[in-house]
């Protein structure tokens, strides 16, 4: 599948690498990540990385987790392009598959997996019914399906701020309450469910992340992406952090597993 309008060109992968670290296109890095996987063991295990975007995580679940066999999935090419890079680099191609894949239902077979995992990519997919469902055929019992995920506090309509905040973006989001996440996972079958909200870490971080390109590291975005782009994902941030401030974006993890 080709992309022509890509929404994550190597530019913007830059600019993400960046604030979050080398392969990292979303808040809080190898932290993050352990806590996600926390009491989960990966060891051995078929793990799919939902939007494994530019690779690090990917890497990181075989690397750093034991994964015996990780398939990383994204829709566009430039970071898949860069995922494969990275993959070869490491030296880890025997274990780590990186595929560009076409937005629906995951073209793999009924349970083949243990572990399907993702972090801040499936707020690009709207259906989160569909996705819970894909989520549970993909498993072999007993698996789990291990997430985070960018989210509205409440069903309906976002707030004009939330609203605003979304059109800044630009990056096609489609998000959910945690009311709405539960009963899609309950409705596919998982039990062991389990939601935590994350909105007042990445409060203090977006705060963070605010102050470096508004001060001491104003000049390494600007090399990346200039001047005029810089401004544009200040605003950004500040949009985000008035829904921050008011719960009404929460960030979440969340898991669950299917029966045995």
């Known amino acids: ?44 295990k078929t793990v799919l990385d939902i939007g494994c975007g530019s690779g690090g995580i990917t890497l990181s679940l075989a690397r750093d987790y034991g994964a015996g066999r990780v398939i990383g999935i994204d829709v566009e090419e430039p970071v898949c392009a860069t995922a494969r890079q990275r993959v070869a680099d490491a030296g880890l191609a025997d274990r780590v598959e990186i595929r560009q894949v076409a937005p629906g239902s995951i073209p793999l077979p009924d349970g083949l997996l243990d572990i399907v995992f993702s972090k801040d990519s499936i707020v690009h997919i709207p259906d989160k019914e569909s996705l819970a469902q894909d989520a549970f055929r993909l498993l072999a019992p007993g698996g789990w399906f291990v997430a985070s995920d960018w989210l509205i506090a409440h069903d309906g309509e976002p707030s004009p701020e939330m609203a605003d905040y979304i059109r ?10 945690p009311t709405r996440y539960c009963r899609a996972l309950e409705a596919a079958g998982f039990v062991d469910i389990i939601l935590s909200n ?6 203090g971080v977006a705060q963070q992340e605010l102050a470096r390109m508004q001060g001491v590291d104003r000049p390494r975005f600007e090399a990346v992406m200039g001047g005029e782009a810089v401004e544009e994902q200040i605003a950004l941030w500040q949009a985000m952090l008035i829904v921050l401030e008011s719960g009404e974006h929460c960030p979440h993890h969340f898991r669950g597993r299917k029966p045995a």
């Open 168 to 177: 800044r973006e630009d990056l096609d989001f489609g998000m959910a309450s």
């Open 198 to 203: 994350r909105n007042r870490w990445y409060l």
């Open 1 to 44: 599948m080709a992309d022509t309008n890509p929404h994550y060109d190597p530019t913007f992968i830059a600019f993400l690498e960046e604030m979050w670290g080398t392969g990292y296109l979303s808040p809080g890095g190898p932290e993050e990540i352990q806590r996600l996987l926390d009491g989960i063991s990966l060891a051995g």
